[in-house]
């Protein structure tokens, strides 16, 4: 009887997962079909799911009329800088944080949750009144610095998060066989923080690749706008939407952080025991 009801529980959760994941797919699925669609098929009284002709239309004209490749070259160089910035930046601060044994460790920390509550709107006009006089008003260079701003005290609570998790006695293990500080880091507590690293750099690089509104804002020359600025365009000032043309760009703004979270995701396992392994 008890593993009859063992096996019904089972059997139940795995029907709620596939559900999720219907649920979760089925908008990806629409975009991806309607990206394939022909103007007439998008009107058409009675849309199917899938389209009757596969046509690559949608993507060309939504190259062509937004320039969809110099608006990911400029997103691209944005969210790589941001990451690789926010990243240098909160991993020793990260470590400092969570070694840290006095009363500043709560005030940061504090602080770090405390700053995420302000709203964009809330700091936006003193960030333009701040970078106008510096020059980075109308900038690449100064939308890395807001999203540097803003990534930071999210991604710095969570390494901070991740160093407190790994044991001091691993590192004291390696001092007393002679290792240097930096040996021990270096060994043994960066190869343990790949997972956090991992989950640090997504973070700052999706964020900074879909941010709109501080883009919008600082962004004024048609030359340096990033890709969701771009995407904006297939929305008229009526609110009529090229939903083709908007399918297909969105689908194609989404292959850069597709490739990206494969590009690092091999690392979350082999930075879970390869560190203990070497202490």
């Known amino acids: 009887m008890r593993r009859r009801r063992f096996r019904i529980g089972r059997m139940l959760q795995y029907v709620a997962i596939v559900l999720f994941m219907i649920f979760l797919a089925f908008p990806l699925l629409f975009l991806f079909t309607t990206a394939f669609k022909s103007q007439r098929e998008l009107q058409s009284p009675d849309p199917q799911l899938l389209p009757a002709q596969w046509n690559l239309d949608n993507f060309t004209a939504a190259i062509d009329r937004a320039n969809l490749i110099q608006a990911a070259g400029n997103s691209l160089i944005v969210a790589l800088v941001t990451t690789l910035i926010v990243v240098a930046v909160s991993l020793p601060a990260a470590y400092a944080l969570a070694r840290s ?152 703004a989404a292959i850069p952080s597709l490739l990206f979270f494969a590009l690092i995701q091999r690392r979350l396992t082999s930075g879970l025991l390869s560190g203990a392994v070497k202490g």
């Open 101 to 252: 044994r006095t009363r500043l460790r709560k005030l940061a920390t504090g602080w770090i949750l405390l700053s995420q509550v302000f709203p964009f709107i809330l700091i936006i006009v003193p960030l333009y009144l701040m970078l106008q006089p510096l020059g980075l008003g109308n900038s690449l260079g100064g939308l890395v610095v807001v999203y540097v701003v803003w990534s930071l005290p999210f991604a710095l609570w969570m390494l901070q998060g991740y160093v407190a998790s790994i044991p001091v006695d691993l590192e004291e293990a390696g001092a007393m066989d002679g290792a240097p500080k930096w040996r021990v880091l270096v060994s043994i507590v960066l190869p343990l923080l790949a997972p956090g690293l991992v989950a640090t750099s997504l973070f700052a690089f999706i964020g900074s690749w879909n941010e709109f509104f501080f883009a919008l804002v600082l962004i004024k020359d048609e030359a340096l706008q990033t890709l969701p600025q771009r995407l904006a365009l297939f929305v008229g000032a009526e609110g009529q939407v090229q939903l083709g043309q908007l399918a297909a760009a969105s689908l194609l």
